[in-house]
């Protein structure tokens, strides 16, 4: 497929990254360890709130990219099959017209549920479900919601005590009052992705950063459209 000259500008850096078969995801900071002045030996980990915010989910490397990393948080996380966001990214643009991508702003969910049939599992998506039927959903789900005149790609782990667990691609784990969500969740769109083996299942846990509450309107973009080239597949 032939791509515009514009989606390859600055690319050298990128392709050398990918060449070294280093993640594109930036990886947390060796957590720190101090010594407890009571006990002799005794040690704490101590963790800096973006390594919490950031456990169990994939960041977006692009602006057009938060349904591919949700994919990813998804794949990686929940069924323990580690998908890069690159190599979503990079199988979608070789099918997908990439001046197709730009104009909508982003991924569809069929691009994403072709990828996910294209590596095994089986994929759907609904429309006007209700907060209840979201709640009663075993597994993690990606949905869109509309932020800030933007529509975005979220992965929901779970609802309880009032309020929606997120992992966030802009910003990173995150929760949020029920009827806040409600107000942002898009046309009770729900995307549902089933691993080939119910093996591949993880055990879901509270998280400590399902405690964290920030401003709901964050979300990461302006960060580049850069292509990579097809390393992966």
């Not at 309020?163 to 806040?180: C, E, L």
């Amino acid at each position: 497929m032939h791509f515009p000259s514009h989606w390859f500008k600055g690319l050298t850096g990128t392709l050398v990254i990918l060449m070294a078969g280093v993640s594109l995801c930036p990886s947390s900071a060796p957590a720190q360890t101090r010594a407890d002045a009571g006990v002799l030996g005794a040690t704490k980990k101590v963790r800096s709130m973006k390594e919490i915010r950031g456990e169990r989910v994939v960041r977006q490397k692009w602006e057009m990219s938060c349904g591919a990393a949700a994919l990813s948080t998804l794949l990686t996380y929940e069924f323990k099959d580690n998908t890069p966001e690159t190599a979503i990214v990079v199988w979608i643009l070789h099918r997908v017209d990439p001046v197709r991508v730009r104009a909508r702003g982003g991924f569809s969910l069929l691009d994403l549920k072709r990828f996910a049939q294209a590596r095994g599992y089986t994929a759907e998506g609904f429309t006007g479900m209700s907060m209840e039927e979201l709640a009663a959903e075993k597994s993690s789900v990606i949905v869109p919601i509309r932020i800030k005149g933007f529509d975005h790609f979220v992965v929901v782990r779970g609802i309880a005590d009032g309020r929606v667990d997120i992992a966030d691609p802009g910003f990173g784990n995150i929760t949020m009052r029920v009827d806040r969500f409600q107000t942002l969740w898009k046309e009770g769109i729900v995307f549902i992705v089933h691993p080939p083996s119910d093996l591949m299942m993880t055990e879901q846990k509270p998280l400590m950063s399902s405690q964290i509450v920030p401003d709901a309107t964050i979300i990461q973009r302006g960060i580049g459209t850069a292509l990579p080239a097809n390393m992966l597949y």
